[in-house]
């Protein structure tokens, strides 16, 4: 029977709670954001998904073009990867596993520790991947706001915690709001006894982390990626670091190969070009500073202090979706939010500085 026809009749097969999931808003490319099928690289500037703007490590490109096997399938345990973190880390190899972005291994740990009901605790806003993932897996989603700093409310996040708790979420430095989370509230929320993952994707923009306390709490993951730092968010890598006995558990269920061998190769050359990336990252630092006393020179817009490498502001005189789709047909590509907690906000990623010169100079001409 056609779907077409009847698509009630197909539905009544599916999981009810993925028939009712909202799916979750992706970035998409230039060609996609400009309309262009074409494939042509002309004009935009795309400062909506925290990417690289200076794109990897010449190493990288020099490394996919000369490798030869690609018909073969990668290494299942990624050891030449595994042990270039364990110096990069500072951790043990045996504790961290790589996976497709740390988008799959968010989706590893919810596998193994939630059961239908289950509740997750979410500091909001954050990262939307963390609640589609938790519904995606059926389980419930308990949201605690955050202050008016946008730091996590300890207290609060204790109180809802319940019997039917598996797993808080912490993102350090948070996206979209840029703020850390001390060390100090990461090991009180340790002591409620519930997996506390911290994901730090934007942690080379910042330098601090609580990574090391891993080996020493059954209950702290910790998620990084290399999409940010290394401009690898097309080839998809990231890696999570995981107690003694809960990666016994994700070497059990992760996909055998889900690593590709591009996406290795790549990882290992920028650990092994490691100078040139921190040089990267410190220009997008330096910029980040810049783009944010230019931002505050705007009186329709309060910027908050970041310490990854994005912006969030407020548009406090004006309409920001007026801003955002003015930027917009003039092909500069912003992040809009007109959420709880986020009403009439703009998230920019840092770029190079003449990216930075264009969209002031944009945002100049178009007001509050």
Same mark, same amino acid.
């Given at each position: 029977?056609?779907?077409?026809?009847?698509?009630?009749?197909?539905? $009544?097969?599916?999981?009810?709670?993925?028939?009712?999931? $909202?799916?979750? !808003?992706?970035?998409?490319?230039?060609?996609?954001?400009?309309?262009?099928?074409?494939?042509?690289?002309?004009?935009?500037?795309?400062? =909506?998904?925290?990417?690289?703007?200076?794109?990897?490590?010449?190493?990288?490109?020099?490394?996919?073009?000369?490798?030869?096997?690609? #018909?073969?399938?990668? =290494?299942?345990?990624?050891?030449?990867?595994?042990?270039?973190?364990?110096?990069?880390?500072?951790?043990?190899? *045996?504790?961290?596993?790589?996976?497709?972005?740390?988008?799959?291994?968010?989706?590893?740990?919810?596998?193994?520790?939630?059961?239908?009901?289950? +509740?997750?605790?979410?500091?909001?806003?954050?990262?939307?991947?963390?609640?589609?993932?938790?519904?995606?897996?059926?389980? %419930?989603?308990?949201?605690?706001?955050?202050?008016?700093?946008?730091?996590?409310?300890?207290?609060?996040?204790?109180?809802?915690?319940?019997?039917? !708790?598996?797993?808080? /979420?912490?993102?350090?430095?948070?996206?979209? !709001?840029?703020?850390?989370?001390?060390? +100090?509230?990461?090991?009180?929320?340790?002591? !409620?006894?519930?997996?506390?993952?911290?994901? *730090?994707?934007? #942690?080379? /923009?910042?330098?601090?982390?609580?990574?090391?306390?891993?080996?020493?709490?059954?209950?702290?993951?910790?998620?990084?990626?290399?999409?940010?730092?290394?401009?690898?968010?097309?080839?998809?890598?990231?890696?999570?670091? @995981?107690?003694?006995?809960?990666?016994?558990?994700?070497? %059990?269920?992760?996909?055998?190969?889900?690593?590709?061998? &591009? &996406?290795?190769?790549?990882?290992?050359?920028?650990?092994? =070009?490691?100078?040139?990336?921190?040089?990267?990252?410190?220009?997008?630092?330096?910029?980040?500073?810049?783009? /944010?006393?230019?931002?505050?020179?705007?009186? /329709?817009?309060?910027?908050?202090?970041?310490?990854?490498?994005?912006?969030?502001?407020?548009?406090?005189?004006?309409?920001?979706?007026?801003?955002?789709?003015?930027?917009?047909?003039?092909?500069? @590509?912003?992040?809009? @939010?007109?959420?709880?907690?986020?009403?009439?906000?703009?998230?920019?990623?840092?770029?190079?500085?003449?990216?930075?010169? &264009?969209?002031?100079?944009?945002?100049? *001409?178009?007001?509050?």
């Amino acid at each position: 029977m056609s779907s077409s026809k009847n698509p009630g009749e197909i539905e $009544k097969l599916m999981q009810p709670h993925l028939v009712r999931l $909202k799916g979750y !808003t992706p970035i998409f490319p230039l060609e996609v954001l400009r309309g262009d099928t074409s494939g042509s690289d002309r004009g935009g500037i795309k400062l =909506d998904g925290n990417e690289n703007p200076y794109g990897c490590s010449p190493r990288v490109r020099q490394a996919l073009a000369s490798f030869h096997n690609y #018909h073969i399938y990668p =290494d299942p345990e990624h050891r030449r990867l595994r042990e270039a973190l364990q110096a990069y880390v500072g951790v043990s190899a *045996e504790h961290i596993v790589a996976g497709s972005g740390s988008d799959e291994l968010i989706d590893l740990v919810l596998r193994l520790f939630l059961a239908p009901g289950d +509740e997750v605790v979410n500091c909001i806003p954050t990262f939307g991947m963390y609640q589609f993932n938790v519904e995606l897996c059926g389980g %419930k989603v308990v949201r605690v706001a955050r202050d008016e700093a946008y730091d996590v409310d300890v207290s609060a996040v204790k109180e809802a915690v319940g019997k039917r !708790t598996k797993l808080i /979420f912490i993102s350090s430095p948070n996206n979209p !709001t840029g703020n850390l989370m001390s060390e +100090e509230k990461v090991l009180e929320l340790l002591d !409620t006894g519930k997996i506390v993952l911290v994901d *730090e994707a934007y #942690h080379e /923009f910042c330098g601090k982390s609580v990574v090391g306390f891993v080996p020493k709490y059954e209950n702290l993951i910790v998620l990084r990626t290399f999409s940010k730092w290394a401009g690898l968010a097309g080839l998809r890598v990231g890696y999570g670091v @995981f107690p003694s006995k809960v990666v016994e558990y994700i070497w %059990k269920i992760k996909q055998p190969y889900n690593v590709n061998a &591009a &996406a290795q190769v790549a990882a290992l050359e920028s650990l092994a =070009d490691i100078e040139h990336l921190r040089a990267v990252v410190q220009a997008i630092v330096t910029e980040r500073e810049r783009l /944010f006393q230019r931002l505050g020179e705007l009186e /329709f817009l309060r910027p908050y202090p970041s310490q990854a490498n994005f912006i969030l502001c407020k548009v406090v005189v004006g309409d920001a979706r007026r801003i955002y789709t003015g930027l917009r047909e003039r092909g500069i @590509f912003v992040r809009y @939010f007109d959420a709880p907690l986020l009403t009439d906000c703009l998230r920019i990623s840092v770029g190079k500085p003449e990216h930075t010169d &264009a969209l002031i100079k944009t945002l100049k *001409e178009l007001g509050g």
